[in-house]
């Protein structure tokens, strides 16, 4: 499907100039009320002709059903593309919540853990003592008759 861009060049800059509009003006709104600034501070300024004329130029394209079609298709993916979006922002959200959530828990465990392995340790350093009672294991004779 061929596209078409309606374009209107103003190379002596009067909007610029005598309305003080800035370009580039874009949309049809943008350049009736830029053409109304223009057309009463100088009502024969030919630039009003042609921003009209390409006024026109859109308006028959709009008509036109492949130009429909591809309005439509622009706002569909537009409705898609905010769809996408907004639903990837809100797993995103999602993801770092429970990434929080668990970092928290397994923080919260790791605290847990340490408390009990101290208590434990602690038990067990006190109900434990090792006694070491040396003895030697004397000969009863040298006799080496066994």
Do not use: W
Not at 58 to 81: G, H, I, N, P, R
Not at 117 to 131: I, M
């Amino acid at each position: 499907m061929a596209k078409t861009l309606v374009l209107n060049i103003d190379r002596d800059d009067d909007f610029g100039r005598k309305a003080q509009v800035k370009s580039p003006i874009i949309g049809v709104q943008d350049n009736i009320d830029a053409a109304n600034k223009l057309g009463f501070i100088d009502a024969e300024d030919s630039d009003l002709n042609a921003i009209f004329y390409a006024i026109s130029i859109y308006e028959s394209l709009k008509k036109d059903a492949d130009f429909e079609s591809l309005m439509k298709q622009v706002k569909a993916t537009d409705e898609l593309t905010f769809k996408i979006s907004a639903e990837a922002t809100k797993e995103q959200k999602k993801i770092v919540e429970e990434t929080v959530n668990k970092i928290v828990t397994l923080k919260e465990e790791n605290k847990d853990l340490k408390k009990e392995l101290d208590e434990a340790k602690a038990k067990l350093d006190s109900a434990s003592v090792d006694t070491l009672i040396p003895f030697h294991i004397s000969p009863i004779s040298n006799k080496k008759d066994f």
